[in-house]
């Protein structure tokens, strides 16, 4: 019974699309969070959401946009990809802002 | 400018043996500290926390120490198993804050 889900778990996309990725959590979180995971291998945060407010928006494109239609869903849409977005994006949820964090599996995006 | 660092990409220990995971961070204002273990292609799992007021939390084989003064923080593993074998994740929270600050993680390898 996955805990932090997202899909899909590998994306391979051309560059000028849009794409979205989904993330769910059955935890009851009130948590959720958008981690990027570049090829250097440093996680950063995004974005974090709490009770479907926006608190934390790192300095992201503005062509990334996250949507969270309930506190167990933070989906993200991302316009306009470019070769830079590679990376492997990670959703994860807390119970409470900087608890400890439940990542989901990663969607490893390719922009070729 | 990255705030958490770990400076040993990789460490290779024998099975039995301790495994010693080393994590420096720059803001005095961290006052909550957390370590990840990742398996490839699975999200990090949480692993073990301190906060400031301690400087030792145990969990079984996990220890973490916390030098504050030095913002130094390690994470013991004692006896290691080839199962510990993974990528080790610090991260750290600012008591004003409501995100981690990751590091870019060490490879553990335990020999068997």
């Known amino acids: 019974d996955t805990a932090v889900s997202q899909t899909p778990k590998y994306l391979v996309t051309q560059m000028g699309n849009d794409k979205s990725i989904k993330c769910e959590q059955n935890?009851?979180?009130?948590?959720m969070y958008w981690y990027k995971q570049d090829s250097k291998k440093f996680l950063k945060i995004m974005f974090s959401?709490?009770?479907?407010?926006?608190?934390i928006n790192e300095t992201v494109p503005n062509r990334f946009s996250p949507k969270s239609p309930d506190k167990a869903h933070l989906n993200l849409h991302i316009n306009s990809l470019e070769l830079g977005d590679s990376a492997v994006y990670f959703c994860?949820?807390?119970?409470?802002?900087?608890?400890?964090?439940?990542f989901g599996q990663g969607t490893r995006l390719t922009v070729v | 400018d990255q705030q958490v660092k770990q400076n040993s990409p990789s460490l290779s220990v024998q099975e039995g043996r301790i495994s010693i995971l080393n994590c420096d961070y720059t803001?005095?204002?961290?006052?909550?500290f957390l370590w990840y273990k990742k398996y490839p292609a699975e999200g990090p799992t949480f692993l073990i926390s301190?906060?400031?007021?301690?400087d030792k939390n145990e969990d079984g084989r996990f220890t973490v120490f916390l030098n504050k003064s030095a913002k130094h923080l390690s994470l013991h593993i004692v006896p290691s198993q080839p199962g510990d074998s993974a990528v080790y994740f610090c991260?750290?929270?600012?008591?004003?804050?409501?995100?981690?600050?990751f590091g870019t993680g060490t490879s553990l390898t335990v020999i068997p």
């Open positions: 994860a949820s807390s119970q409470r802002e900087a608890a400890e964090a439940f």
């Open positions: 935890l009851g979180h009130d948590t």
């Open positions: 959401y709490n009770n479907k407010e926006l608190i």
């Open positions: 803001n005095s204002m961290f006052d909550y």
């Open positions: 301190i906060s400031s007021i301690k």
């Open positions: 991260a750290a929270s600012p008591n004003t804050g409501n995100q981690f600050y």
